[in-house]
């Protein structure tokens, strides 16, 4: 299999942008975008997840924010480290790739079931106008997204969506 061409930047201000490879026409195009890196790096591992079950392999990139400019933190021979890296969107915390952890598998599941949760809430306030978050609203969110169970989440989101006079899916 050749070496894919070299990704590069995407257009535009700076914002986080996972680039997916397509072989069949030596392309890079983008998969997921969003000015926040949370939710880019979730569709990111379940993007890695579902090829992976289909037998195929993701040659994807990583794009974000960095000194004002666009800043490459995913190449495909780093693909391991934007698949999973440390995500801390905490006052104070680091935006950039951490080195892999030892952390236990429940730790694993954990995080990545609240990142779900998480997910979910963010695309019901979108559904239901609510795009713009004050940084109060993103830690309210966090909070609930690591206290409320998966039935809860999808119950809170059902009822923004009809809110916003949208069905829910889900």
């Known amino acids: 299999m050749p070496e894919p061409s070299p990704c590069p930047p995407p257009s535009g201000a700076p914002r986080w942008v996972a680039m997916v490879h397509?072989?069949?026409?030596?392309?890079?195009?983008?998969?997921?975008?969003?000015?926040?890196?949370?939710?880019?790096?979730?569709?990111?591992?379940?993007?890695?997840?579902?090829?992976?079950?289909?037998g195929a392999e993701l040659t994807l990139a990583l794009w974000g924010p960095g000194g004002g400019d666009w800043r490459?933190?995913?190449?495909?021979?780093?693909?391991?480290?934007?698949?999973?890296?440390?995500?801390?969107?905490?006052?104070?915390?680091?935006?950039?790739?951490?080195?892999?952890?030892?952390?236990?598998?429940?730790?694993?599941?954990?995080?990545?079931?609240?990142?779900?949760?998480?997910?979910?809430?963010?695309?019901?306030?979108?559904?239901?106008?609510?795009y713009n978050l004050a940084p109060e609203d993103g830690a309210a969110v966090r909070a609930l997204a690591g206290r409320l169970d998966e039935p809860t989440v999808r119950r809170v989101a059902h009822w923004l969506a009809a809110a916003a006079g949208t069905s829910a899916a889900g």
């Open 72 to 130: 490459l933190y995913g190449t495909p021979e780093e693909k391991a480290a934007a698949e999973r890296p440390v995500v801390r969107d905490e006052p104070g915390g680091s935006a950039e790739p951490g080195e892999p952890s030892e952390t236990s598998e429940p730790d694993k599941l954990a995080e990545r079931m609240t990142n779900r949760r998480h997910q979910v809430l963010t695309a019901a306030l979108s559904r239901a106008g609510l």
């Open 22 to 54: 397509e072989a069949a026409r030596d392309s890079w195009v983008p998969a997921a975008q969003s000015p926040y890196r949370a939710p880019v790096l979730y569709a990111v591992g379940e993007m890695t997840r579902t090829v992976r079950a289909r």
